[in-house]
C-alpha cells in the first residue's frame, strides 16, 4: 500500500522558515518523481516543487524559486521541503504527492497518491 506523510508543518512569522518532511513507504521510491503542492481556502491546489528521485533533478515554481529546496534522502525514502523567508501568501495546506517515472510536473492532474497534508500558517 503506497503511503505518503506530511509532517512539519506549524505557525511562523513572516520571514522564518520551516522544513516540511513526506515520509514514503510501499512502493520503489528511486523509480518515481515526488511534489510538494499547496492549497489555501478558495484556492486551486498550486504545484511548488517536485524532484526526481532516480537523479536528483529538481523544479520549482516561481511563486517560490529561490525560497524554497527540496530534497530527497533515497535511503530513509523521504523527500524535504526547506522554506525560507516565508510570506503570509505561503500560508496553506502542503501535500507531498508521488507519480511513477522521471518527468518533472507541478500539475497536481499527474500525480496519483497524495498524503493527507500539514498546515503552514505565515503570520505578518
Known sequence: EVQLVESGGGLVQAGGSLRLSCAASGFTFDDYAIGWFRQAPGKEREGVACISM???RSYYSDSVKGRFTI???NANNTVYLQMNSLKPEDTAV???AARIGV???TNPSWYGYWGQGTQVTVSS
Open 54 to 56: 532516480s537523479d536528483g
Open 103 to 105: 518527468l518533472l510536473s
Open 71 to 73: 530534497s530527497g534522502d
Open 94 to 96: 502542503y501535500y507531498c
